[in-house]
């Protein structure tokens, strides 16, 4: 088995990538706002492609909007939009328009739990926003800023570790 040599640390190395994390998880939490209010259609696209699923309960798909409305199933637009596809409303099936920012989508639901969603439905959000005309955001902001992190990490922790390992050390050992 290798022996891979041992390494110490300095607290400062520590706390500086500990801060280091700290900025990211700050900076994504202040990014995904700006990026839901920014590109709200779209986003509601990934939403309703990668987190909601049939059998989710209305209180688990509102987790995911700002705002969640009963709507009455026998409006004109409504029936309008379910009558152009192959969803039937059953007696005793309620209608929820959830929303974000400007987004928003109108979900069926029986017993309490989704039905009619499917993700494939928005396997091309880019292409769904455009074609609705919705702001599209540019590739490189569409995975959010863990790829920069990641870099960010990598590159910052090394060169920490680099001064480190330059900075003369004192010894620790006991005098004889």
Not at 41 to 55: A, F, S
Not at 99 to 114: C, E, M, N
Not at 157 to 165: E, R, V
Request: glycine share 8%.
């Amino acid at each position: 088995m290798p022996k891979f040599p041992r390494m110490q640390f300095s607290i400062r190395t520590l706390l500086g990538v500990v801060l280091l994390v700290g900025f990211c998880l700050t900076g994504d939490r202040a990014y995904s706002r700006w990026f839901q209010h920014k590109y709200s259609q779209y986003h509601m696209y990934l939403l309703l492609r990668d987190r909601i699923h049939n059998g989710d309960s209305v209180q688990e798909v509102s987790q995911l909007f700002q705002t969640a409305e009963k709507v009455d199933p026998a409006d004109q637009k409504i029936q309008k939009i379910w009558s152009s596809h192959s969803w039937t409303i059953e007696a005793g099936d309620e209608m929820w328009r959830f929303g974000h920012q400007s987004a928003g989508v109108v979900l069926q639901f029986r017993d309490g739990r989704l039905v009619n969603s499917s993700g494939r439905d928005f396997n091309d959000p880019a292409g769904i926003a455009a074609l609705n005309r919705h702001p599209v955001p540019p590739i490189y902001l569409r995975y959010g800023i863990w790829p920069i992190c990641v870099v960010a990490l990598v590159i910052g922790g090394s060169i920490l570790i680099a001064i480190d390992n330059r900075a003369p050390r004192e010894s620790t050992s006991l005098p004889h």
